[in-house]
């Protein structure tokens, strides 16, 4: 056997064989193809085709390949004379990207082709040369064999299953070897939740890290894991998991819950905490005699890749790398359900029908579009369309940029599109829950439908959607986004100055968003929320900064996570960073819905740069976007008092007490999370300016 050790990823590093040859070309097969030379020279082709004939090489070396092969691989429709032409042109291509080392990696014969033998690395072959004694190939499979290869012709699409069955059988059997032979919670997860990378309908993996969080007292991960299972099987297999699976829930779920935190979950209903509540009673959701069968717990939603229009074929790579991008994207937010771009391929070189889809794939949400090219200049258009609502088009976006570094374009692009879609279908979510009588409603739709009142800060609206969430956690007590849902809603209680006993709100908000994370690690919403609780209630901005930081590493399209970060970083004193974390927010979402708590920050920054016009202006914007917020007033008043605008400052001086009556010096004092004296100084002169009386810490 040729043994061949791994090169880092663009590495300048040589690895030789057991023949002394040297590897020339770092290839890249799993996942999105990628060919890099051992000087770091990225030569892998533009083309689909000609990587579609590299990728045909590579998975079939040491072994020559006949050009007839090749051309009935690639070229299935077209006469043999034309196709074998046409394989001629992308030799040439493959020749031309190869450049730096084609003579001598790439031998081409007047019948055959070949990768010769020793000179190539590939993920591949790494992968299936694993054995459980040295098993590190395994962590190289991080996608699908070929994933950007989709709908290259119809014979290669055939080809290209066959070898991912293949590697897939390879892989899976070391995979379950492995799991077979591993003893101890944490080395049984990370064991299961290799097998599952290559084999995500794996029904003995599931089961084995359920019972593996189990063992380890994480039971709501547990129960997590069969939610993850039962949602891939009725994707891919259109099944529901076995009786043995179904049983093993059962009894997680009859188990004993492990030992309570210090400060056990609350409990408590929101008219204990607020301050001022209307005496009219809290509205319930009325609930259906009998229990009837709840909707489905989460849209599914598709990305088609791009329609090509006019001559563009050569950035055809581009139309399916974005559409994955995309997809792999919104994969992270854990409150959707996405379908493969590879199942949608089929559907993107028939006939685009937006019926058919859904009723194949029960897609809810389908984001489609076009790639047109005009000289330098790429112009892509989006559109998201609710199947649900008869395929109307609820958000569009046109890009037009220069061409240049392909795969920037496409991260830039996806990352803008993802942050905006994914904003727009909550909303429509939410929209359609509300629309409809609640005839014993699910948490999840509890959640959907106390979002807007959440945001509307009317103070009996925010009562409601406080006992909503309530009932949320009560009912899934392992549910991370009840958790972090109501953590929010105590966070807004506490800002508002609604709360009869801040303390007591400030622990119990603590208690829940830690829960959140502990239910779920890699929840990004979460972990950024429990960053706000520390930073805006506890005032421990450093400690907000780690949380968030994670937040962003699982989920760097989060725009919450970029504007409270942005928020921590202005409490610690570092304005600059909070502008850049500003800009990447407002870059991502223009238009949020919930502007008016974010933009806060950028009132803050203004105000503490000594940028005192700014800090009006912005301050005036974000109040007329929520009057009723009483956090963004502050900032603004501060400016107005240092800019000597006593009129404006009085008015808005009322405005603030109308809202907030025991605002004060002392009570500004006693709340803020600034970390640096100098700013809360500079902030406490401004108020003074303004009016703002000196009052007294308040007793209870």
């Not at 962590?139 to 290259?152: A, F, H, I, P, Y």
């Not at 944490?186 to 309908?201: E, V």
């Not at 994480?218 to 994707?235: H, N, P, S, T, W």
């Not at 059962?250 to 979950?265: C, D, K, L, V």
């Amino acid at each position: 056997m040729v043994m061949v050790a791994e090169l880092p990823k663009r590495s300048g590093a040589v690895s030789l064989t057991e023949h002394g040859v040297p590897v020339l070309v770092r290839l890249r097969l799993i996942g999105q193809m990628e060919a890099w030379t051992f000087r770091a020279e990225n030569v892998m082709p533009n083309g689909r085709k000609t990587r579609a004939l590299l990728a045909v090489l590579a998975l079939s070396a040491p072994r020559p390949v006949l050009r007839g092969r090749l051309a009935e691989l690639l070229w299935s429709r077209r006469p043999d004379e034309q196709a074998r032409a046409s394989l001629r042109q992308e030799i040439h291509r493959l020749g031309e990207a190869l450049a730096p080392v084609e003579g001598r990696i790439l031998a081409v014969s007047r019948d055959h082709l070949m990768l010769r033998p020793g000179t190539v690395w590939m993920d591949v072959e790494e992968v299936l040369r694993a054995t459980p004694e040295r098993p590190a190939g395994l962590s190289l499979v991080d996608g699908e064999l070929l994933e950007d290869l989709d709908g290259v012709d119809a014979a290669f699409d055939a080809w290209r299953e066959a070898e991912r069955e293949r590697f897939k059988d390879g892989a899976r059997a070391l995979a379950e070897q492995l799991l077979r032979q591993t003893s101890g919670p944490a080395s049984m997860i990370a064991a299961a939740q290799q097998l599952l990378t290559i084999d995500r309908a794996h029904e003995g993996a599931w089961r084995a890290l359920m019972r593996a969080y189990a063992e380890r007292g994480e039971r709501g991960m547990a129960i997590q894991a069969y939610d993850r299972c039962r949602a891939v099987l009725a994707d891919r297999l259109d099944a529901n998991p076995s009786e043995e699976t179904q049983l093993l829930v059962a009894e997680i779920r009859a188990a004993a819950p492990p030992s309570p935190p210090a400060s056990p979950p609350p409990r408590l209903d929101p008219r204990v905490l607020i301050r001022g509540q209307p005496r009219q009673e809290v509205r319930h959701e009325a609930r259906a005699e009998t229990r009837g069968q709840s909707s489905r717990a989460a849209p599914r939603v598709g990305v088609l890749p791009l329609q090509l229009i006019g001559d563009c074929e050569a950035d055809s790579s581009l139309s399916h790398g974005l559409a994955d991008e995309i997809t792999s994207a919104l994969a992270r937010f854990r409150w959707m359900f996405l379908v493969s771009s590879g199942a949608l391929a089929q559907f993107a070189v028939q006939s685009r029908d937006e019926t058919a889809i859904r009723r194949s794939l029960g897609l809810d949400f389908l984001l489609d579009g076009s790639l047109q090219r005009v000289g330098e200049r790429l112009r892509v258009a989006l559109r998201l369309l609710d199947l649900r609502a008869g395929n109307q088009v609820v958000w569009s976006r046109r890009f037009d940029q220069e061409r240049g570094d392909l795969l920037t374009l496409q991260d830039d692009i996806a990352a803008e599109v993802v942050a905006q879609v994914e904003s727009e279908i909550a909303r429509i979510e939410a929209h359609r829950v509300s629309g409809r009588p609640a005839a014993d409603p699910t948490a999840y739709e509890l959640m959907l439908r106390a979002r807007p009142l959440l945001w509307r800060l009317d103070r009996e609206g925010f009562l409601h959607a406080g006992e909503l969430l309530r009932r949320a956690v009560e009912m899934e007590p392992d549910s991370s986004a009840a958790h972090t849902d109501f953590a929010l809603w105590h966070i807004l209680l506490f800002s508002q100055a609604w709360a009869r006993d801040p303390a007591r709100v400030m622990v119990e908000a603590g208690v829940l968003a830690n829960r959140a994370v502990m239910l779920d690690p890699q929840d990004a919403r979460a972990l950024t929320i429990a960053g706000h609780v520390r930073a805006r209630l506890h005032r421990h901005p450093g400690e907000a900064l780690t949380l968030h930081e994670r937040a962003l590493t699982v989920n760097p399209n989060l725009v919450v996570a970029w504007a409270l970060s942005a928020a921590a970083c202005a409490y610690l004193g570092d304005l600059d960073e909070a502008g850049r974390r500003m800009q990447r927010y407002k870059k991502l979402s223009p238009l949020d819905p919930r502007a008016f708590f974010f933009d806060t920050t950028l009132v803050l920054v203004a105000l503490l740069k000594h940028d005192h016009e700014a800090a009006a202006a912005i301050g005036r914007q974000v109040s007329v976007m929520n009057p009723a917020f009483t956090d963004a007033c502050k900032p603004c008043l501060a400016a107005l008092g240092l800019l000597g605008r006593s009129a404006a400052a009085a008015e808005t001086c009322r405005h603030l007490m109308s809202l907030e009556p025991d605002f004060s010096i002392a009570r500004f004092l006693e709340t803020s999370p600034f970390d640096q004296a100098e700013h809360r100084a500079h902030f406490v002169e401004g108020l003074r300016l303004a009016g703002v009386p000196e009052g007294r810490t308040r007793s209870g």
